[in-house]
């Protein structure tokens, strides 16, 4: 019997001794994928670890210019096993348009009273990820109480109804970005012949003589 207790003391000793084992950064993905300036944007990361539980502790979070450091910090079980799991991280609620990049540093330990994940031994992953914060765009309600406005859904033809004084300059996109057409609105109020275009949703900037830009969508039938 005390032989038996012996080898069962040595096996738990050894279990307890083991190395707090690897894991992975499977996917980073922001929400919304296109922010905004004012958009709150959080980052969802899926992440995969070697053993047993995967309980999350905590983050530190940190906000540059341009940059965004983050680690998070998850406490591992002791058992070999698969542990899947998602964090959600809100890294700003009110973002201000410009490019920026993610650093992401993912850690574990075998303490759960270390919050911050300072365990000189303990294993991590890091991932990168850039994106930008695009300027906010002006939609079809906002134009139809400023100085430039027209109807969303055409129907070969587009009316774009302006201030008699003020020349404006009109392009056309496709939704993945492709110029397709400029119009030089000169009157206040012009008619456009769109007809050339096929049915779908497309990109409108119009370029006042003075003040900003104005963008928005169009449907078209034709």
Not at 61 to 68: A, Q
Request: some cysteine; overall charge negative; proline content about 2%.
């Amino acid at each position: 019997m005390r032989h038996l207790l012996k080898n069962l003391f040595g096996i738990l000793v050894l279990i307890f001794s083991i190395e707090i084992s690897a894991q992975d950064i499977l996917n980073l993905s922001l929400e919304p994928s296109s922010p905004e300036e004012g958009d709150s944007v959080h980052m969802i990361v899926d992440l995969q670890f070697s053993n047993s539980q995967c309980g999350f502790l905590g983050t530190q979070l940190s906000v540059s210019p341009d940059s965004i450091f983050i680690k998070i910090c998850h406490f591992e079980g002791l058992f070999p096993a698969i542990c899947n799991i998602s964090d959600t991280i809100l890294i700003g609620a009110d973002m201000s348009a410009g490019d920026y990049t993610i650093e992401l540093i993912s850690k574990n330990t075998g303490s759960m009273v270390d919050l911050v994940c300072n365990v000189a031994n303990s294993e991590s992953d890091t991932a990168y990820h850039s994106f930008t914060v695009s300027e906010k765009s002006v939609g079809i309600a906002d134009i139809r109480n400023a100085e430039v406005k027209w109807n969303s859904l055409v129907y070969d033809y587009l009316y774009i109804e302006k201030q008699k004084n003020q020349k404006c300059s009109l392009k056309i996109y496709s939704t993945s970005g492709q110029f397709l057409q400029e119009h030089q609105i000169v009157g206040e109020i012009n008619k456009i012949d769109l007809s050339f275009l096929s049915s779908g949703v497309y990109l409108l900037k119009i370029y006042p003589e003075s003040g900003f830009s104005k963008s928005g969508i169009i449907s078209v039938i034709n």
